[in-house]
């Protein structure tokens, strides 16, 4: 806000993009002409053009009764140029030279960073070039006027000869056939000026009729210039990053991308990687790697990149293998592809490599030939799968290649969960593609080698659910005994809690240091908020209690607009600075927490996100702060009744919103205060806190 201050905002003009004149529009220039004399007033005899080498001819009138018009030199350059003879060919009819001949070429090939501007009312309309072209004046008939007088000089030197001197120079010829023309030869021929010049005239003119600049027909053509639909229709295409805008102002120039150094085509610098999007980068690493650990490709992206952007990123285009990240088979086989072994189609290989893949989610080590026998796709095939992935092992088959990433599953529980759902539909689909019995998808029993571990998906669910009951058991224990020497101390008799039965909830406890995490820790982006093993910790909270209620009050009057998930983050921050033994350890629940922020003057608003947007639930549910106390609290109101219809706006449009409802007491100061406490800028627009990626 500081360098806003400093450099304010005057004006807010919308542009709008005209394309009906798009491909038709060339700009004109005269650089041996001075701006003050244009031709406006001046007669234009013709103009005609070839549109595909951009090339423009226009024939204008010379004013041959000027004082500054030399007669006689005009009547001499025509007489050099048509002679004495009178035809219709004749560049001058007049025998004067009353007229001259302006020729084009291209300013620039590029004109992508070009545009023709009109301000009216308020707008600025822009219509891109199609051509920037340079007219100077053409001197050609001194071409005519050198011919005719070589024509003239032969016809002499003709007269002058004898009929028997003619006859001695004849003399006899031999025909001779040209050879087949090389490719090299014919390489060159092309590439000669000759030859261009060649092409370029057989391009043929288009004549044009010219209009004046106060023609009717002008000004018709001129109302293309502005952009036809202006009312409440969004130009999309002009809503860009800053510094996506920034680049398409200023390209980079060619020469910095010739002095590159020259990499082979399926090498790529770390330099190069690191200008991509994000998504292209972790794209273009696992296709070339394969398989990886999330530590290892977080290593090779840019410091300070963040994880849970990576992780939104990894799952589009990888799956999950024992702790590992591999790249998805139709990406590495996209569509309408084949194999470079077999020729196989990419669909057969999709299938064939997920069942490689799916092996090795049940299985440390798998046989090749097992894999061929169901897959039953060329060797060459199944062993570029196996490659990929593994490594072979004398006596043992085929072993994954990386070691099991327990760390990241214990770290990211969430993302286990959901790939773990994802194989459950893989497995059913090629179940039915196989036709596999449930003998065949069993995994079969291994013996680890010494100083490996080999773990199954459904075996670390079930390390899970036993580890979390088991933590239970102990906080449980800890807990009677606290509330017993608490019991003791304070002079209150307890009654001593029995085993618990089926179907009862246990007392209201609260976690111990060292369990705090493991049991009842909320994890980020988990819908639940409780464990992958999907055991629901038994809760005795129905009511949010006065911390709760608290925390959420003060975090929405420092914040004023937060989705369900960035909520959820910062709850989980205020938990880890907490003490243990906490009473907001005992389990928080998506919905008691909405319920709080209900509660607490606040609001959900109900964006309308798009129909292709990616945002999960958890970032689609958005709450404010709708009632604060101050006297804000009607602008805050009105705001957010804006972007109950659009989920995002043109700041003009909260202004003139506020304007209508509260007069010209509204300030520069109020919007932009208002603007930061509940919205952010992206590409021109104005959005609610955390639903647009930045």
Not at 93 to 120: C, E, G, H, P
Not at 168 to 178: A, G
Not at 628 to 650: P, T
């Amino acid at each position: 806000m500081a360098s806003e201050d400093d450099d304010p905002i005057i004006q807010e003009i919308d542009v709008y993009l005209a394309k009906s004149l798009a491909d038709k529009l060339y700009l004109f220039q005269y650089p041996v002409r001075p701006a003050a004399m244009t031709y406006d007033d001046v007669t234009h005899l013709s103009a005609k053009i070839k549109p595909k080498q951009q090339k423009v001819e226009v024939e204008m009138a010379i004013d041959s009764m000027s004082p500054n018009y030399c007669r006689s030199k005009g009547e001499q350059i025509a007489l050099n140029v048509d002679g004495t003879t009178t035809e219709e060919s004749n560049t001058y009819s007049t025998k004067l030279m009353d007229k001259q001949t302006f020729s084009s070429i291209q300013a620039t090939t590029n004109t992508s960073r070009y545009a023709a501007a009109v301000f009216r009312k308020g707008e600025l309309h822009l219509t891109p070039l199609h051509g920037i072209l340079q007219l100077r004046p053409s001197f050609s008939y001194l071409d005519k006027a050198d011919s005719k007088h070589r024509e003239r000089e032969a016809a002499n030197e003709g007269g002058d000869s004898s009929p028997d001197e003619a006859e001695e120079d004849v003399k006899q010829i031999t025909v001779r056939f040209s050879r087949p023309e090389s490719e090299q030869a014919r390489q060159r021929r092309v590439q000669s000026y000759e030859f261009l010049q060649k092409k370029h005239a057989e391009e043929p003119w288009v004549h044009l009729h010219y209009y004046g600049l106060k023609d009717s027909r002008s000004e018709h053509e001129r109302q293309y210039l502005f952009c036809q639909f202006t009312g409440m229709a969004e130009n999309t295409e002009l809503v860009k990053s800053p510094s996506e805008y920034l680049a398409m102002l200023m390209p980079p120039p060619v020469e910095d991308e010739v002095a590159k150094a020259v990499c082979p085509s399926n090498v790529l610098s770390m330099a190069q990687l690191r200008n991509l999007p994000l998504g292209d980068q972790v794209r273009t690493l696992m296709k070339n790697v394969k398989v990886m650990p999330f530590a290892n490709l977080m290593s090779f992206l840019s410091p300070g990149t963040d994880s849970t952007a990576v992780l939104r990123c990894i799952q589009q285009v990888a799956m999950l293998v024992q702790g590992n990240w591999v790249i998805k088979s139709d990406v590495l086989y996209p569509k309408d592809s084949c194999s470079p072994h077999s020729g196989v189609p990419a669909e057969m290989l999709c299938r064939g490599r997920d069942y490689v893949m799916w092996k090795f989610t049940q299985e440390r080590w798998v046989e090749r030939k097992a894999v061929a026998a169901v897959v039953k796709l060329p060797p060459e095939d199944v062993k570029d799968f196996m490659e990929q992935m593994s490594v072979t092992r004398i006596n043992r088959g085929w072993e994954f290649l990386l070691p099991h990433d327990g760390e990241f599953i214990k770290k990211h529980p969430d993302v286990a969960q959901r790939q773990h759902m994802l194989w459950m539909g893989i497995q059913a689909k090629l179940e039915k593609v196989f036709k596999l019995s449930k003998e065949d998808m069993m995994p079969k029993k291994q013996t680890p080698q010494p100083g490996s571990v080999v773990v199954s998906g459904e075996q670390l669910v079930t390390m899970a659910r036993e580890k979390v009951h088991e933590n239970y058991s102990v906080l449980e224990r800890e807990l009677q005994q606290r509330h017993r020497a608490q019991s003791r101390d304070s002079g209150v008799v307890r009654v001593k809690q029995e085993p618990l039965s089926d179907g009862e909830e246990p007392m209201d406890t609260s976690s111990s240091a060292g369990h705090n995490g493991a049991v009842n820790g909320l994890h980020s982006g988990d819908s639940s908020w409780n464990s992958v093993n999907g055991h629901c910790p038994p809760r005795a909270h129905t009511a949010p209690t006065q911390e709760l209620r608290d925390f959420v009050s003060s975090i929405f009057r420092k914040h004023f607009v937060l989705t369900l998930s960035e909520l959820k983050r910062l709850f989980n921050l205020h938990l880890a600075s907490l003490p243990p033994g906490h009473s907001l350890f005992s389990g928080i629940s998506d919905r008691l927490l909405q319920e709080t922020v209900l509660d607490s003057k606040c609001k959900q608003i109900l964006v309308p996100f798009p129909p292709q947007s990616s945002a999960a639930a958890d970032e689609q549910k958005v709450f404010a702060l709708w009632e604060m106390g101050d006297s804000f609290d009607q602008h805050r109101q009105i705001l957010l009744e804006i972007f109950i219809k659009n989920y995002r706006v043109r700041r003009n449009l909260i202004q003139a919103k506020l304007t209508q409802e509260f007069g010209d007491n509204v300030t520069k100061t109020d919007l932009d205060r208002l603007l930061k406490e509940c919205c952010v800028s992206h590409g021109g627009m104005w959005y609610l806190k955390g639903t647009v990626q930045s």
